[in-house]
């Protein structure tokens, strides 16, 4: 069964608000879980480290004040995206390791109008 | 860092044929490597994995087969069946910071 709980699923927003993206560990603690982008017909791409209780680690390019990352509790990391734009649209993907195995959320389609 | 690279990007194959996609990885470090199977609008799920002490592992009509000496690592699927279309990963770890770095991705198309 899944181990990784994402929501929402696909979510339309106005350019310039702000939304919110969940992902819960459903199994252990999670004290770190990942954060994915993806593009139409591309390669999932490494966003950000969520660690809990600490500050998120970022990749090179990523914008921290455009995407930011709350992981306060065992379960629950979050991502917002702030102040969306047309460019922010697409598939946002979280996941966790359990066993050394990485699992994935089931995505969360952002497309900013 | 690690680089990862997968072929081929698209891959049509009949029902009942076999189907096999490659990748290479470029840090000798790595020493974990699983494949994902994302169907559309989905996120990725892992199908099989191996581990660098291994060099071929199998699951049903699933193998992973690994070459730490020349780095490629090779995903079979035998006795392919509609179904199994869908956009394959292949991944690359060092496990210690737990990052995964993928692959392009393959859109294999299993035709009844």
């Known amino acids: 069964g899944a181990v990784v709980s994402q929501h929402p699923s696909w979510v339309i927003c106005k350019s310039g608000t702000s939304v919110k993206i969940e992902c819960r560990s459903l199994?252990?603690?999670?004290?770190?879980m990942f954060w994915y982008r993806q593009f139409p017909k591309k390669s999932l791409m490494l966003m950000a480290t969520?660690?809990?209780?600490?500050?998120?680690?970022?990749e090179q390019g990523v914008e921290k004040d455009k995407f930011l990352i709350n992981h306060a509790s065992l379960t629950l990391s979050t991502l917002t995206v702030t102040s969306a734009h047309p460019e922010d649209s697409s598939f946002y993907i979280c996941?966790?390791?359990?066993?050394?195995?990485?699992?994935f959320g089931s995505g969360t389609q952002l497309s900013v109008l | 860092g690690e680089n990862v690279e997968q072929h081929p990007s698209t891959l049509s194959v009949q029902e009942g044929d076999s189907a096999v996609i490659k990748c290479t990885y470029s840090?000798?470090?790595?020493?974990?490597f699983p494949w994902y199977k994302q169907e559309l609008g989905k996120g990725p799920q892992l199908i099989i994995d191996?581990?660098?002490?291994?060099g071929e592992k199998k699951d049903q009509r699933i193998a992973v087969t690994l070459n730490k000496t020349a780095k490629h690592f090779s995903l079979h699927i035998t006795e392919t069946q509609p179904e199994d279309s869908a956009v394959y990963f292949c991944?690359?770890?060092?496990?210690?910071?737990?990052?995964?770095?993928f692959g392009q991705g393959t859109e294999l198309s299993v035709k009844p």
């Open positions: 191996i581990r660098s002490n291994v």
């Open positions: 969520s660690n809990e209780g600490s500050k998120a680690t970022y």
């Open positions: 996941s966790k390791r359990t066993n050394e195995k990485l699992f």
């Open positions: 991944a690359a770890s060092d496990n210690q910071g737990g990052k995964l770095i």
């Open positions: 840090d000798s470090a790595s020493n974990y």
């Open positions: 199994d252990f603690q999670a004290t770190t």
